[in-house]
């Protein structure tokens, strides 16, 4: 599926003050906190689109912690590898997430996220529930219900790609948008 953004741009662009965060390498609790203190403390001023933008970091973190195929051995440790972004302009933030995913899930990815782009918010809390109440797969530590809350709190359709490294890895990207509210400046 292609997209209107370009996440390697974005992520050169991150010198820029419309970076909110921009991290990528092993994802551990420590690092995971120490992004969630940066989120609240940049968007202090913006309380209920805080929540937002952490409530979408939580998920899309998960699903890194979850799910990447890039792992870096520290110790006892094995820790999987994802970049997170969240960038803003006049009127939306951007939240980008993007990790290294087995080819062998793309197709079962892209056809969740048609699903969910499909869907209105109560069609979306129908969905949740129905994928609550079925038997999670081998791969799932969810059921699948973090990209259909990620839509929920985001309102507006997922951004989805894959960038093919070879015949077995992809570069899995997610942009999510999240409108401003005006009136909290």
């Known amino acids: 599926m292609h997209t209107a953004f370009d996440l390697q741009e ?3 662009q991150t010198a820029t003050d419309k970076v909110v965060i921009a991290y990528k390498g092993p ?3 420590v690092i995971m906190a120490e992004l969630s203190r940066h989120i609240r403390m940049k968007l202090a001023h913006e309380p209920k689109i805080c ?3 952490f409530a979408i ?5 998960q699903n890194i912690l979850f799910y990447s195929a890039e792992k870096v051995n520290f110790g006892y440790r094995n820790d999987r590898i994802g970049t997170l972004l969240v960038i803003q302009d006049d009127n939306y933030y951007y939240f980008m997430s993007s990790n290294k ?3 062998i899930y793309t197709h079962e990815l892209l056809h969740n996220c048609k699903v969910i782009n499909a869907l209105d918010k109560e069609g979306l809390r129908r969905y949740k529930r129905e994928q609550r109440s079925r038997p ?3 791969r799932s530590k969810g059921a699948g219900i973090g990209l259909i809350q ?3 709190i985001s309102g507006y359709p997922l951004q989805m790609d894959f960038y093919e490294f070879d015949e077995d890895f992809s570069l899995y990207s997610l942009c999510v948008k999240v409108k401003k509210n ?3 400046k």
């Open 136 to 138: 999670s797969k081998d």
């Open 27 to 29: 994802l551990t609790d």
């Open 10 to 12: 974005q992520i050169n």
């Open 150 to 152: 990620v839509a929920m």
């Open 51 to 53: 929540r937002k933008i």
């Open 182 to 184: 005006k009136s909290e």
């Open 101 to 103: 995913i087995e080819n």
């Open 57 to 61: 970091f939580i998920e899309l973190a």
